[in-house]
């Protein structure tokens, strides 16, 4: 073809039924609720001036399953981690028990004759 051609009516139509239908068999109809796990849900109490009686709402234990499962930490809801990024920090437990006595990885603040030095020279200047 050297140019694009102007489709016509009938190929439009066809084009759109196309697309439709392939959206069509993608679709899912979703027929039970459940609860978004990213989102909080924050429940509003009643107003403190009103008379209306409280409702006795029988609880489903599903229900309260599923929104206690939503508001766990990722490393107690999965055994492994379910992105790459979940992988940095995904121990999060010390390899080596700490030691306030080692030091290897405890450095402490120690005075020498040219900090000592430098100390009091700071001290004069001000």
Known sequence: MAGKEKLDLVHQNAIHVETILKEQRQQKLHTEFSINPHRKLHVLPDKPMSRKPKEDVAESS?????FQRARQEPTKKYAFPQTESQEIGWMSTPLIPSNRSDKRFN????SSDVT???ESALRLSH
């Open 107 to 110: 450095f402490y603040r120690f």
């Open 62 to 66: 599903d229900f309260i399953e599923a």
């Open 116 to 118: 000592k030095h430098q």
